[in-house]
């Protein structure tokens, strides 16, 4: 009975602890990695948006200003958003994004460790991954959540400035500092829908990837058992 415990809730977690890792890095990725935003300056055409609100800024004054943001957010630099000015709401967001960041960070770390020391505890069979119908956790946790993912999806692509709402008032509840205005906070500009669009797209696809992984593994190894298992019987009956 304490086996069976043991492996129902070390199974539940090496599942949920492969879900948070994979969800969380593409999030540290495009925190850490600051090409992602750089490609996309001209690609988004974001100094001719900046132009159209008469905004006379370069590429580089635009690298520059989401380095210095990224260095006040991640490494508790003073605050400063480069060439451009800013509002006291506006530097207030930024700031309530800091325990958000900071918490992706620590998920993530926390699940990278528990995932690995888990798979080494499963290979020195300590426990034993438990199945349901040929699938283990590492299958059915990840499904789950892109199931979620599929309903986040379907919703944002009705109506996705609702769904970048509802978003803001679930993680900032009765903050309204989240809303800026161009003229107080021009950096704004940098950061179209497009780009939040594109990093939320980075972030489903890279799960998808790793949830399918072990989902399309254990199903050719299930119709590889099941035809094992078929071709013995028809040895038998001939």
Same mark, same amino acid.
């Given at each position: 009975m304490k086996r069976k415990i043991l492996n129902? &809730?070390?199974?539940?977690? =090496?599942?949920?602890?492969?879900? +948070?890792?994979? $969800?969380?890095?593409?999030?540290?990725? /495009?925190? *850490?990695?600051?090409?992602?935003?750089?490609?996309?300056?001209?690609?988004?055409?974001?100094?001719?948006?900046?132009?159209?609100?008469?905004?006379?800024?370069?590429?580089?004054?635009?690298?520059?200003?989401?380095?210095?943001?990224?260095?006040?957010?991640?490494?508790?630099?003073?605050?400063?958003?480069?060439?451009?000015?800013?509002?006291? &709401?506006?530097?207030?967001? =930024?700031?309530?994004?800091?325990? +958000?960041?900071? $918490?992706?960070?620590?998920?993530?770390? /926390?699940? *990278?460790?528990?995932?690995?020391?888990?798979?080494?505890?499963?290979?020195?069979?300590?426990?034993?991954?438990l199945k349901i119908k040929g699938y283990s956790s590492m299958s059915i946790v990840p499904l789950i959540l892109t199931l979620f993912f599929i309903i986040v999806a379907i919703f944002a692509a009705i109506d996705f400035e609702e769904a970048f709402t509802i978003f803001h008032s679930i993680f900032f509840p009765g903050k309204e500092n989240w809303i800026f205005y161009v003229e107080d906070d021009p950096i704004i500009l940098i950061f179209p829908e497009a780009f939040f669009i594109n990093c939320a797209l980075f972030i489903v696809i890279f799960f998808l990837i790793f949830a399918l992984i072990p989902f399309i593994y254990e199903s050719i190894n299930i119709y590889k058992e099941k035809k094992k298992s078929k071709d013995l019987l028809n040895n038998i009956n001939s």
């Amino acid at each position: 009975m304490k086996r069976k415990i043991l492996n129902l &809730s070390l199974s539940s977690l =090496f599942g949920i602890s492969y879900s +948070l890792m994979i $969800l969380t890095f593409p999030i540290c990725f /495009i925190l *850490f990695n600051r090409w992602f935003f750089y490609s996309q300056i001209n690609y988004l055409h974001v100094l001719s948006y900046l132009n159209h609100y008469n905004f006379d800024f370069t590429y580089l004054d635009v690298k520059n200003a989401y380095d210095s943001l990224m260095d006040s957010l991640l490494f508790n630099f003073p605050f400063s958003e480069g060439k451009f000015n800013y509002s006291e &709401s506006g530097m207030n967001h =930024f700031l309530d994004c800091i325990p +958000l960041f900071f $918490l992706c960070i620590i998920v993530f770390i /926390i699940s *990278f460790i528990l995932f690995f020391t888990l798979l080494i505890l499963k290979k020195k069979k300590i426990f034993t991954n438990l199945k349901i119908k040929g699938y283990s956790s590492m299958s059915i946790v990840p499904l789950i959540l892109t199931l979620f993912f599929i309903i986040v999806a379907i919703f944002a692509a009705i109506d996705f400035e609702e769904a970048f709402t509802i978003f803001h008032s679930i993680f900032f509840p009765g903050k309204e500092n989240w809303i800026f205005y161009v003229e107080d906070d021009p950096i704004i500009l940098i950061f179209p829908e497009a780009f939040f669009i594109n990093c939320a797209l980075f972030i489903v696809i890279f799960f998808l990837i790793f949830a399918l992984i072990p989902f399309i593994y254990e199903s050719i190894n299930i119709y590889k058992e099941k035809k094992k298992s078929k071709d013995l019987l028809n040895n038998i009956n001939s």
